[in-house]
C-alpha cells in the first residue's frame, strides 16, 4: 500500500471522529428508550460504528483492507423516509422519533462521504474500504427508516 499523504490521514482521521459521534448518539439513545426492538437494533448500529472506526483506524495504520464479497456490494434501497423530514437539534428531552431522524440524516451524509471518497482514493485498499463503509451506511440508514417507520406508523 502507498504511503498516506497528510490530506488523506486527516479525512480518515475525520471520518473516525463520526464514527465515534455516531456510536455515542445510538448507545445513548439505546440506554433512554423503552422498547426493546428499538433498543436492540440501536445497539447493534452503535456495535458496527465500534467496527468502522477499527477499519478506518486499521487503514490509518496501513493495515491492508480485502477485496470486497459480493454481499458488500449489493445494493441497499434507500426508503429516503428521513431525507424530508425536520431534523432539530438534539438536547436531554429528545424523543426517539427526532433521534431517529438525526440517525438518518448522518447515515445518508456518512453513505454519501464514504460514496465520494470511494471515488477519490488513490489505492485500491482505501477505494474497498470507503465502498465497503458507504454499503454500511447505507444499511445503517435503511434500518433507522424501518425502525422510524414501525415507530411512528404502526406503534402509535
Known sequence: MP???DQM??????AVQREVDAYNLYHSTAQK???PEARSILEELAAQEVGHRERLEG???GERFPALSKSQQEKVVDLKITDYLVEVPLD????????LIV??????????????LGKVADDEDTKNLF????NQE??????VETLYEKVVYQWN
Open 3 to 5: 504511503a498516506m499523504d
Open 9 to 14: 490521514k486527516q479525512i480518515l482521521q475525520t
Open 33 to 35: 428508550v423503552e422498547r
Open 59 to 61: 487503514l490509518l495504520k
Open 92 to 99: 436531554a428531552d429528545s424523543d426517539l422519533q427526532e433521534v
Open 103 to 116: 440517525a438518518g440524516k448522518r447515515e445518508k451524509a456518512s453513505r454519501d462521504l464514504y460514496t465520494a
Open 131 to 134: 465502498r465497503f463503509l458507504a
Open 138 to 143: 447505507a444499511q445503517h440508514k435503511k434500518r
